[in-house]
């Protein structure tokens, strides 16, 4: 898979469940970030992650990161009508590279009320 | 929240005719960065900018492109000659630091017709 690469592409649950996104990547990284994006809308920056770090908290947005595999996951609990959006993982490699992101095309969660 | 804000939200224009699109980074950042979306396409990063020079720039910001902080608030990114695949939503982006999260704008969407 490409750097930065989300699975499932598409997500459909209700309201009130739980949502995971998961996320692959190739290269080291400095850090692992999550975005949202509303339909035809910016993208809003929801957690940075380090990669000295497995595990951070926002809210009800859990994130763990396993530098071993290359991979991360997002958790949305209790999700809501208004989480749906599409969520995108964004990777920044080690070495450099400012602010130069490698975005993945991003899982589209849909949760229906 | 302090915001970037992009204008124009929408940018038609000829094949071939210059285009410069807008955004006003939040005012005590110091990064500054334009990425592209190509519908259906993954956000592609473009170039970063600070202390009033590109730092790192991608393939696709070629001679076409460029970019100028004019003035203490205004970031601008100028294409010389637009072409069809120019057709796009551009972010514009600003972090405080690097390797610290970004905040983007609402983009431009920008259609070549």
């Known amino acids: 898979s490409q750097q930065g690469e989300e699975d499932p592409q598409a997500l459909s649950i209700q309201e009130g469940e739980n949502a995971t996104m998961n996320c692959s990547y190739k290269?080291?990284?400095?850090?692992l970030q999550w975005y949202r994006q509303n339909s035809g809308r910016g993208l809003v920056h929801l957690i940075l992650?380090?990669?000295?770090?497995r595990e951070k908290h926002s809210g009800r947005l859990r994130v763990t990161l396993d530098t071993s595999k290359k991979s991360s996951s997002l958790l949305i609990t209790a999700s809501r009508a208004a989480d749906t959006a599409s969520y995108f993982c964004a990777t920044e490699a080690y070495g450099g590279s400012q602010g130069n992101l490698i975005f993945g095309k991003g899982t589209k969660l849909s949760v229906k009320p | 929240e302090p915001e970037v804000t992009q204008t124009p939200s929408h940018q038609v224009t000829q094949m071939g005719q210059e285009v410069i699109l807008r955004c006003v980074p939040i005012?005590?950042?110091?990064?500054f960065y334009w990425y592209r979306q190509i519908l259906g396409q993954k956000v592609e990063f473009l170039v970063s900018f600070y202390n009033n020079e590109i730092s790192e720039k991608s393939e696709i910001f070629d001679d076409q492109f460029s970019v100028e902080r004019p003035d203490g608030s205004n970031f601008t990114l100028k294409i010389r000659s637009t072409k069809l695949e120019d057709s796009a939503m551009y972010f514009c982006?600003?972090?405080?630091?690097?390797?610290?999260?970004?905040?983007f704008g609402s983009g431009t969407q920008l259609s070549v017709l």
């Open positions: 290269t080291s990284i400095n850090n």
């Open positions: 005012s005590n950042h110091l990064y």
């Open positions: 982006a600003s972090s405080i630091q690097v390797n610290e999260k970004l905040f």
């Open positions: 992650i380090r990669s000295n770090e």
